[in-house]
């Protein structure tokens, strides 16, 4: 199994196949702040396909997309920009890969409709090979499996603050958690969703099932203009 860092995405190779596993998308987030009286115009979805045809650019193919949970915003039905833009993520994501699953997360309580309209199997976890894709807010038996090597998970929003040579200036950037637990190698992406960088696990929780000492787990800092990735080493040792 390999695994490749490409922007806020990830890359897993293995089991013959290439398999491209995203984050939290929250669509329908700006939908649900105009409701509650706050104004912001609906970009996120047109800035998000323009982030992904970026990364395809780079990746090429792909057998399967993995979404890691939180694809729609709104816990209790489903908001009218959620139905547009969650069908037509999966629409251009069904044109890019031979196969789309949703990892079903606590905001998608209801994504069900959409996800069948679209023939798209929503699932509690997804297991390929030796790795098991999970959103994170719930555990299974079977994320234990002798088999299961990996897991890779969305949910936690992860971001670090970085501080500037003497402090002048502190700036925060999403980052990929790497570790292990239980005896597995423990993947955390960031999300995808770019209203909030996310949180800094040395300040919150980051709210998993599982408690993660994240002091041992490797930063990786997403550059997101050139999709590059910065290795920071521990996050105990990062200033």
């Known amino acids: 199994m390999g695994l490749e860092y490409v922007g806020k995405t990830l890359l897993v190779k293995g089991d013959g196949k290439r398999i491209l596993a995203v984050?939290?998308?929250?669509?329908?987030?700006?939908?649900?702040?105009?409701?509650?009286?706050v104004f912001v115009s609906r970009k996120m979805f047109e800035e998000m396909i323009e982030y992904l045809d970026r990364v395809f650019e780079k990746i090429e193919n792909v057998d399967e997309v993995v979404l890691l949970g939180d694809v729609k915003h709104v816990f209790g039905g489903v908001l009218g920009q959620?139905?547009?833009?969650?069908?037509?993520?999966?629409?251009?994501?069904?044109?890019?890969?031979?196969?789309?699953?949703?990892?079903?997360?606590?905001?998608?309580?209801?994504?069900?409709?959409?996800?069948?309209?679209?023939?798209?199997?929503?699932?509690?976890?997804?297991?390929v090979g030796d790795v098991c894709f999970l959103h994170g807010d719930?555990?299974?038996?079977?994320?234990?499996g002798k088999k299961i090597k990996t897991w890779v998970?969305?949910?936690g929003h992860p971001a670090v603050k970085i501080s500037e040579p003497g402090g002048a200036k502190i700036e925060k950037f999403k980052c990929f958690l790497v570790g292990k637990f239980k005896g597995k190698s423990v993947v955390?992406?960031?999300?995808?969703?770019?209203?909030?960088?996310?949180?800094?696990?040395?300040?919150?929780?980051?709210?998993?099932?599982w408690d993660f000492n994240f002091d041992n787990f490797e930063v990786k800092v997403v550059q997101d203009e050139?999709?590059?990735?910065?290795?920071?080493?521990?996050?105990?040792?990062?200033?």
């Open 153 to 155: 998970v969305g949910h």
């Open 226 to 239: 050139t999709l590059d990735i910065l290795s920071f080493g521990k996050l105990k040792k990062l200033g």
């Open 23 to 37: 984050g939290d998308l929250h669509l329908g987030f700006e939908e649900a702040l105009n409701r509650s009286g």
């Open 188 to 209: 955390v992406v960031p999300s995808f969703f770019d209203y909030n960088v996310g949180s800094d696990p040395r300040e919150n929780e980051l709210g998993f099932v």
């Open 82 to 127: 959620e139905w547009k833009d969650v069908s037509g993520l999966l629409d251009y994501l069904n044109k890019k890969s031979k196969r789309v699953v949703i990892v079903k997360g606590n905001h998608d309580k209801i994504i069900e409709p959409i996800a069948r309209k679209k023939d798209i199997e929503v699932k509690d976890y997804h297991i």
């Open 138 to 144: 719930r555990d299974f038996v079977e994320n234990y």
